[in-house]
């Protein structure tokens, strides 16, 4: 139980594109799910928390015109890379959250790799 | 701010014998939950167990249990019978309070054969 899914694995776009990672929950509803970057060899770093129905909240330091998050429905966010540039290249990584409040507990998916060349 | 601190950059053990992985935190929360995740050289975060921190009882899954110590503020991972399969990255992680996560900096665990 408690699967999360992230598609896709792999995306190595040009400079200026834009890029889409999906994050679904399978097996579960997610009220909450969150969207991490992880640099080589260091923690992760959250970059949002998505709320389904309503506006994502950033952590400071993230631009929000530049991730754009979407939080459709209790089972899919979306995390849109807009023009993208080599320093978005990073390795990113959402979670689902279970249980809710100050008992809930995230599970991963299993990462996107994005380069952008 | 909220800290998870793992002192451990590094560890190794040998194969089939225990390790213990070390984890502070600082909250004024007075329920939350603590995390070890274990992220392998797939990268994929997998959780390796939890504990509430109302709950005394230490927490066990298996081959890992932890050492819970409330006052300490110190959430110890023991991993028994060590594996090669047990060989990633550790990063210990609290809720304290909120729906966010605080990470620690990690632990990259070795397995010698």
């Known amino acids: 139980g408690a699967v999360v899914s992230q598609h896709p694995s792999w995306v190595i776009c040009k400079s200026g594109t834009s890029v889409k990672i999906e994050c679904r929950s399978l097996?579960?509803?997610?009220?909450?799910m969150f969207w991490y970057r992880q640099f080589p060899k260091q923690s992760l770093m959250l970059m949002a928390t998505?709320?389904?129905?309503?506006?994502?909240?950033?952590e400071q330091g993230v631009e929000k015109d530049k991730f754009l998050i979407n939080h459709a429905s209790l089972t899919l966010s979306t995390l849109t890379v807009t023009s993208a540039h080599p320093e978005d290249s990073s390795f990113y990584i959402c979670s689902a959250g279970l249980g809710g409040g100050t008992l809930e507990t995230q599970y991963f998916g299993p990462g996107t790799r994005l380069l952008v060349l | 701010a909220q800290t998870v601190t793992q002192s451990q950059p590094e560890m190794s053990v040998q194969e089939a014998e225990t390790v213990t992985l070390s984890c502070t935190y600082d909250?004024?929360?007075?329920?939350?939950?603590l995390f070890w995740y274990k992220q392998p050289p797939s990268r994929q975060m997998i959780l390796v167990i939890r504990?509430?921190?109302?709950?005394?009882q230490n927490a066990t899954e298996n081959r890992f249990s932890v050492n819970f110590q409330k006052a300490a503020k110190s959430f110890s991972l023991k991993i028994s019978d060590s594996q090669l399969g047990d060989a990633a990255m550790y990063f210990c992680?609290?809720?304290?309070?909120?729906?966010?996560?605080?990470f620690g900096q990690g632990t990259r665990l070795t397995i010698n054969p």
């Open positions: 097996d579960f509803q997610a009220t909450t």
């Open positions: 504990q509430e921190a109302y709950k005394q």
């Open positions: 909250t004024s929360e007075s329920d939350y939950y």
């Open positions: 998505s709320n389904e129905g309503s506006k994502a909240t950033y």
């Open positions: 992680a609290s809720n304290q309070g909120a729906q966010k996560l605080v």
